[in-house]
C-alpha cells in the first residue's frame, strides 16, 4: 500500500495540484479528504472531463470530485475484491466509522 499523503488530497486543493498527485502516485485516483475525514474520490477520467468542459485549473477539488464512493470499515480481502470486480475500481477507502481515512488499499494489493 502506497503512504496516504501520495493518494489523498484536501478538498480546497486544485485541479492542477491533483492532476499532479495523481501522475505522481501512478494510481489514476486520489482520495479527497476534509481535514482527515473522506469526502469523495478523484480520478483521472473526473479530471479529463473536467478539462473538456474548459475549467480552470484553479478549481478546487471538491467542485469536481465524485462524492458517492464505495469504501470500507475494516479490510476484508472478500469484500474488496467483491467492490473492485463489480464496480471497476482501482482504490478503495479504509475509513473508520467517523469517516477518517486509515488507509487506501489499491486492487494490486488484493489480487
Given at each position: ?104 488499499v489499491h486492487i494490486k494489493d488484493v489480487l
Amino acid at each position: 500500500m502506497k503512504k496516504l499523503e501520495i493518494i489523498s488530497i484536501d478538498k480546497d486543493s486544485t485541479l492542477e495540484n491533483a492532476m499532479l498527485l495523481i501522475k505522481l502516485n501512478g494510481l489514476k485516483t486520489v482520495c479527497v479528504l476534509n481535514k482527515d475525514k473522506v469526502v469523495g474520490i478523484l480520478d483521472s477520467e473526473d479530471v479529463i472531463d473536467a478539462l473538456l468542459k474548459k475549467k480552470s485549473f484553479n478549481l478546487k477539488v471538491e467542485n469536481i470530485m465524485n462524492k458517492s464512493f464505495k469504501y470500507l470499515t475494516s479490510f476484508n480481502k472478500t469484500e474488496l475484491i467483491k467492490l473492485f470486480k463489480k464496480f471497476n475500481l482501482t482504490i478503495i477507502p479504509i475509513v473508520s466509522k467517523r469517516m477518517q481515512l486509515k488507509k487506501i488499499v489499491h486492487i494490486k494489493d488484493v489480487l
